[in-house]
């Protein structure tokens, strides 16, 4: 999760984050040029976006079909084709497609609450952090307790696998496959800690940060990045071990823009002023030119890959996409609300 769409566990950290320290695109595109032959090729609509409460294709702003929840935050599963949200102190999931109706996999009653939560690698699953309240209300205290507790999307009860006391813990991952929980703990200075729990209850923590104000897991939970504070520099680590970590730094300390995971892959993509570089795990990387725009146009942008990690879409001014395979970049003909940050979506009507 940038840490839920990435808009809440893969991404409502994240997005909090990026509220705080800096400003966000506009949600409405302004005007844009008519598609081209290089555009086109970019463009797939197998896929596409989750904008406001309705679901459009890559190519096309009128929308396919309208999911009928309201413009709720969420988190899209891995694959793309279903969407986890919070409606009041309910967890519900909803199939992106026509005529679906949504199901309640989990509620949280008081005096507990919830905001967290994280997909499963594969898709069946979500962990959520419920927290206990906290006893005095003030920046940087944590909850009595955090209750690590996993839900299968197609029914059951919730089964709690931790408790932490005295943190506020935020699921980043689940590998329903090595059954293990990366998770990691805000502060108003970056990350604070850094969790693997062990579905069997073991939890083991160490210490991180400071200055991860933005952390998140790829999709198959084994690798974790961190950046923040200095905008330079990105923090990588293996799953199991933040000591085991590289930070990998821009050429002349150059401020990196926005940053994620490129989905299937241990790439991070990683944003600059007039480029995307992919970098990868083991130290590898690839440049990719950027169409010229105004000065600036840039530095409001969120990376938003497709689900499949095919090609990447860079939103602010304008969105511009870029087939990765290729390199291949246009700037995109765009009209309506901009997509959710985490928002592309497997279209399977």
């Not at 555009?39 to 409460?53: K, N, P, R, T, Y």
């Not at 330079?232 to 821009?250: C, K």
């Not at 970098?279 to 990719?288: M, N």
Request: charged fraction near 15%; include cysteine.
């Amino acid at each position: 999760m940038r840490s839920a769409l990435r808009i809440a566990g893969q991404a409502l950290v994240a997005l909090t984050f990026l509220a705080a320290c800096g400003s966000s695109p506009s949600t409405v595109a302004k005007a844009t040029p008519p598609s081209s032959p290089a555009s086109a090729s970019i463009l797939d609509d197998h896929f596409g976006f989750l904008a406001g409460d309705g679901v459009r294709s890559e190519s096309d702003a009128r929308p396919l079909f309208v999911l009928g929840i309201g413009e709720v935050s969420g988190v899209v599963s891995p694959d793309g084709s279903r969407l986890a949200y919070w409606a009041a102190n309910e967890l519900r999931v909803i199939q992106i497609a026509p005529n679906q109706k949504p199901h309640t996999v989990m509620t949280v009653t008081n005096p507990e609450g919830a905001l967290y939560f994280a997909w499963s690698s594969d898709g069946t699953g979500l962990a959520v952090g419920v927290n206990a309240p906290v006893a005095n209300p003030a920046p940087d205290v944590p909850p009595a307790y955090t209750a690590i507790r996993i839900v299968d999307v197609a029914g059951g009860r919730p089964r709690e696998v931790a408790r932490v006391s005295g943190a506020n813990v935020v699921p980043l991952a689940w590998d329903r496959q090595a059954r293990l929980i990366a998770a990691y703990e805000p502060s108003s200075s970056g990350g604070r800690s850094y969790f693997v729990i062990e579905e069997g209850g073991k939890v083991s923590r160490s210490d991180a940060g400071p200055g991860l104000y933005i952390v998140e897991a790829n999709s198959d939970g084994r690798n974790v990045f961190g950046h923040g504070d200095p905008a330079s520099i990105v923090r990588v680590w293996p799953r199991g071990s933040y000591a085991s970590g590289v930070q990998i730094r821009a050429t002349g300390d150059e401020r990196i823009l926005a940053v994620g995971w490129r989905p299937g892959t241990s790439e991070v993509g990683v944003l600059f002023a007039d480029r995307l570089e992919l970098w990868d795990v083991a130290g590898a990387r690839r440049t990719l030119p950027l169409p010229a725009l105004a000065t600036g146009s840039y530095s409001r942008n969120v990376l938003i890959f497709r689900a499949d990690g095919k090609a990447v879409f860079i939103v602010g001014e304008s969105v511009v996409g870029v087939e990765l395979a290729s390199g291949r970049a246009a700037i995109l003909p765009w009209s309506g609300p901009f997509p959710m940050q985490g928002g592309s979506v497997r279209i399977t009507a």
